[in-house]
């Protein structure tokens, strides 16, 4: 994980963690592992927001960064293996804190930077098993994210980016 926080940190130069939003429980007395998280917020013609349903809850496309990847790179990754887009990655345009427990009882700071990226094509061939996208109207995709982080940064991303305010399943 070191490489990986300084992948991260060399993307985001100047963003002191503890002043961004947190989400969670901040573990008292135990140490957390900090994990570099990006995310991709993704707008089809309609204005629609992929999701992604997964075992364990909807998520945006996104995910930790591997060893030697940038920010960009994890972005175009995750939409790809997530989503089976190729998409060109933008801006970062929102960082937060997200306190998870994994499965394991492990306590894990995300440290997350969410991306506008751009579809550029198809390829569901790249898709991982297990994942499915869904495009919803931003407002629904704020309603069910399984973390209160990703609905919070999808609220804050269509006021900034002025995203359609449709709802609905479609």
């Known amino acids: 994980l ?6 991260l940190g060399e993307a985001a130069l100047g963003v002191d963690w503890r002043a ?3 989400f969670g429980t901040r573990p008292g007395g135990r140490s957390s592992t900090v994990r570099p998280s990006v995310y991709a917020f993704l707008r089809d013609r309609s204005g629609r927001v992929a ?4 075992t364990d809850g909807i998520f945006l496309p996104g995910g930790g960064l591997e060893a030697g990847e940038s920010p960009e790179e994890a972005v175009a990754r995750e939409a790809l293996e997530e989503c089976g887009l190729v998409v ?8 937060l804190v997200q306190f998870v427990v994994t499965a394991e009882g492990h306590d894990v700071e995300k440290r997350c930077a969410f991306f506008d990226a751009r579809i550029e094509r198809e390829n569901r061939a790249a898709m991982l098993p297990g994942h499915e996208t869904l495009w919803l109207g931003p407002p629904r995709a704020a309603q069910i994210l399984k973390h209160e982080s990703q609905m919070w940064a999808v609220r804050d991303w269509m006021k900034l980016r002025g ?3 449709r709802g609905g399943m479609s």
């Open 2 to 7: 070191p490489g990986l926080v300084r992948n």
């Open 20 to 22: 961004v939003p947190q």
């Open 51 to 54: 999701v992604v349903r997964a």
């Open 88 to 95: 060109r990655v933008g801006a970062c345009v929102i960082r």
């Open 163 to 165: 995203a359609p305010r």
